[in-house]
């Protein structure tokens, strides 16, 4: 029998994998968008100097190449170090870094936690004991490095006037509410569950849906539980769901460089969007279809601008 | 530390929200550094405070007259036109052009604030905070989260921030739009990879593709004339053809060279297609191209249609609709001549224009491949088709980078090879290659003229450029030392040009500008005379 707090924490997993899907999906069904890439492209092969195949000739029989090792590379020193924060703005890189690399290792942890439970119910014991010293490590330094992180974040957006200005309460509330979740799990570490073994009791109680029995929770780390539950849930509808915009800003505009040959993909997509109907209301637009707008031109223009 | 001006201020009911002053702006290199080596800023008329936006900066770019509104109800009227042109800039049909992208830079920055020293603007004026890349992002996403998002129309100012719609906030971001060159060295280094140049050219879309609003010089001066008379110039398809020949004289009269330039020849490998402001201001430069490719045997012609004698495309600064006109009469003619490619010269936003932005508004018969000069150039240098011989240009060369042909086309090696081969006292600038800074006249600041802008664009666009010219000179700013500031663009060329005649950089430091094929043509053994005057 699954208890309320069992249902609630696939719940909030399923919401959290659903709206971050859907995010996905909605950015990756939109139109195709006019070339706008962003130089140097690290799937360039002239990347080192931010070259492209415009530095060639005859670029419609050029046979493109493309340098994927280098694009995966840049990714990853983004992804995992934040590069460009750590090139440009050092003294906030010392807390986001962090808090970021102590996020993944809390992910890592979660999917030990994970991994181990299904080992344990696969009857594969022999590789539980590293499963437990990777997930004492993980769990340790993650938290630890998080909640410095989210600490020193929040300690920097409100005391410092240009992080301050640009943010809105839900900005300052984000950063509370992790901070929250973090300081009540490293608590509940700390006094409760040093070794993490109530975690991953509860985690083999979630994944045999409740056959194994679920440990009894003190009050600080069911309150814990509760709070990252909802954490799960909020983040997808938020800005922290951050890194979806990042897939799609680095990969479908700043190294997007597809070209518009006769007969591509590209192409079919353009011709598509070219029939959509446009509704602007400037005197030169004459609301047909952009094709149609851009065969036959009307160049009327406004003298005054009033309202 | 309180700063001057607050987010929220843009909608604040006063005269003007800041004033610049010279003591504030970016220290300038020797012999900038003394007081009273570069002009006084100064006030708006009081005629033009009347007439137009000045309640920004004191800074006019839109010099369409506007009538502020005089009643409640006059303002409400603009502030729904207003909203009403930003959900089209967020509507699959209207905006498919730029909706993913505009949207992931709207709905994605983490407020980090890494940009903000990359931008040269925001640097040059002292940091002042109204050109902090992301104050005109903040107010845009403030208002589409205020006005257009349920979480917005829910929890108010908790998840938007503080910012108030009038009409105040309207104009001001209208003229803000035009305070930003769309160089993207912002979002080079943003960890997110959000686009601050890209939200302010999708501002300048919403007022001119639903207000009908733009400066002059770019939309009824710029693209309307361009579709309508041939060319942004005004140049005519008869003022064309009597300027190449006046060209063709000029050629034999400094070279000896007869050449006969090819005009809508059919059949031609290259359409080459120049700005035409060339023509009128440095016609040195078509002259060069011409010595070159009939010296190195090129199969080329030029066009004398309308539009087909323009490479620019201001389009590819305000407005979508405007652009994709422009990119489609380029292939038109192109097609009609028959030839294989077409080839842009020394013109860095029709590089950007033609061979990357509208390349997604081209399809079946109307895609043609278009492409650089560069590669073709270095070509005929690497090839050795030309003789040349480099201590011909022996006196100190610097290079430009135009933002459009090199950041945003990645376009780099090509000319610096030709300039390592051609020019033994070549020197970068730093930063350079895709991390250039703009010449200040980028997204078309340096033709708008109107008013006070060029002195704005002069102070603060140009100058970090101007900072580094002086630097990648400064051992040998002596004005008896001849040097040349190579721009392969002519945009470029005229923000250059009106940057050294603002601070007198020729007179007190014996900088000269101009392209990259008069350097070509200067260094040809065979013509006797120096091809390029730098007196
Ligand atoms: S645009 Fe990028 S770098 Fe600038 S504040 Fe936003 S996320 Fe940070
Ligand atoms: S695009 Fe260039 S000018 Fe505009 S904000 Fe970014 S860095 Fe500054």
């Known amino acids: 029998m699954l208890s309320p707090l069992q249902i609630s924490s696939y719940l909030a997993f399923a919401i959290f994998v659903i709206v971050v899907l859907w995010k996905f999906v909605k950015y990756a069904t939109m139109p195709i968008h006019l070339r706008w890439e962003l130089y140097p492209v690290p799937h360039e092969p002239e990347h080192e100097h931010g070259g492209s195949f415009f530095e060639h000739q005859n670029i419609w029989q050029l046979e493109r190449k493309h340098d994927k090792l280098n694009e995966l590379k840049e990714m990853l020193e983004e992804m995992l170090f934040i590069k460009r924060m750590f090139q440009n703005k050092r003294d906030l890189w010392y807390v986001s870094w962090p808090f970021h690399a102590g996020v993944y290792l809390i992910l890592i942890w979660l999917a030990l936690l994970f991994i181990r439970a299904v080992l344990v119910v696969a009857g594969i014991q022999g590789l539980v004991p590293i499963a437990d010293v990777l997930i004492k490590i993980a769990g340790a330094i993650g938290v630890i490095a998080a909640t410095l992180g989210c600490l020193g974040l929040l300690i920097k957006r409100v005391g410092n006037w240009e992080l301050r200005e640009y943010s809105a309460g839900v900005e300052i509330f984000n950063l509370l509410f992790a901070l929250a979740v973090l300081l009540t799990g490293l608590f509940a570490w700390i006094k409760f569950d040093p070794n993490f073994d109530i975690a991953k009791e509860y985690m083999l109680s979630l994944v045999t849906f409740g056959s194994k029995p679920m440990p009894s929770l003190p009050n600080p780390i069911l309150i814990h539980l509760i709070l990252l539950e909802l954490l799960f849930i909020y983040i997808p509808f938020t800005k922290i769901a951050h890194y979806v915009g990042k897939y799609y800003t680095f990969h479908a505009v700043l190294w997007e460089d597809a070209i518009n040959k006769p007969g591509s993909e590209v192409e079919k997509k353009v011709k598509r969007c070219l029939q959509f109907r446009t509704s602007w209301s400037a005197p030169h637009i004459a609301g047909r279809t952009w094709a149609e707008e851009a065969k036959n031109p009307k160049l009327d223009v406004i003298e005054r601008w009033k309202p | ?535």
């Open chain 2, 1 to 535: 530390m309180t700063k001057e001006v607050r987010i929220k201020d843009i909608g604040k009911p006063s005269k003007q929200l800041i004033k610049l002053r010279l003591e504030d702006l970016m220290k300038l290199p020797p012999p900038y550094d003394k007081p009273g080596e570069e002009p006084e800023m100064t006030e708006p008329k009081e005629e033009w405070r009347e007439r137009y936006i000045t309640e920004l900066d004191g800074y006019i770019a839109i010099d369409v007259p506007f009538e502020k509104p005089k009643t409640k109800e006059e303002e409400q009227r603009l502030i729904q036109r207003f909203l009403e042109g930003l959900k089209k800039l967020l509507d699959k049909e209207n905006n498919w052009t730029f909706l993913q992208p505009l949207l992931l830079s709207l709905e994605f920055c983490a407020k980090c604030q890494t940009c903000n020293d990359a931008c040269p603007i925001y640097l040059a004026s002292g940091k002042k905070e109204i050109y902090r890349p992301t104050y005109r992002s903040e107010v845009l996403r403030r208002i589409w989260k205020r006005y257009l998002t349920p979480a917005g129309k829910v929890f108010g100012k908790f998840v938007s921030g503080d910012i108030e719609l009038n009409w105040y906030t309207i104009a001001r971001l209208a003229e803000l739009a035009y305070r930003c060159t769309l160089c993207r060295r912002c979002t080079q280094v943003c960890p997110i990879g959000v686009d601050n140049g890209l939200i302010a050219h999708e501002i300048r879309k919403l007022f001119s593709q639903e207000m009908g609003v733009a400066p002059k010089a770019l939309h009824e001066l710029g693209t309307v004339q361009h579709l309508k008379v041939g060319s942004s110039t005004a140049l005519t398809p008869e003022g064309f053809k009597d300027i190449i020949e006046f060209i063709e004289d000029d050629i034999k009269e400094r070279t000896g060279k007869n050449i006969k330039i090819p005009v809508d020849e059919k059949g031609a490998d290259i359409l080459l297609i120049h700005n035409a402001g060339e023509y009128l201001s440095w016609p040195e430069n078509p002259a060069a191209f011409a010595i070159i490719f009939e010296e190195a045997g090129i199969s080329w012609t030029l066009s004398s249609e309308l539009v087909g004698y323009d490479a620019v495309n201001y389009g590819v600064w305000y407005d979508d609709v405007q652009l994709a006109r422009i990119a489609m009469k380029h292939v038109e003619v192109a097609r009609k001549l028959d030839v294989n490619r077409i080839v842009v010269g020394e013109c860095g936003h029709a590089h950007k224009a033609l061979c990357v932005v509208a390349d997604r508004v081209l399809a079946d018969e109307y895609n043609i491949p278009r492409e650089s000069c560069m590669p073709v150039l270095w070509d005929i240098v690497r090839k050795k088709k030309l003789n040349l011989d480099p201590e011909k240009n022996n006196f100190p060369v610097t290079l430009h980078d135009p933002c459009n042909m090199v950041r945003l086309m990645g376009v780099v090696e090509p000319q610096r090879k030709i300039l390592r081969e051609i020019c033994p006292q070549f020197r970068e600038m730093e930063p350079h290659g895709v991390y250039n800074y703009c010449c200040g006249g980028g997204s078309g600041f340096a033709i708008m003229t109107s008013m006070n802008f060029p002195e704005w664009r002069n102070k603060v666009a140009t100058r970090m450029k101007f900072k580094q010219i002086l630097n990648a000179f400064k051992d040998c700013i002596d004005p008896s030392i001849k040097k040349y500031v190579c721009a392969p663009c002519s945009n470029c060329k005229g923000a250059i040009r009106d940057m050294l005649d603002h601070y007198q950089a020729t007179m007190k430091c014996g900088i000269y500008y101009g392209g990259l094929v008069e350097l070509m043509v200067n260094a040809m053994v065979d013509i006797e005379e120096p091809f390029i005057e730098m007196f």
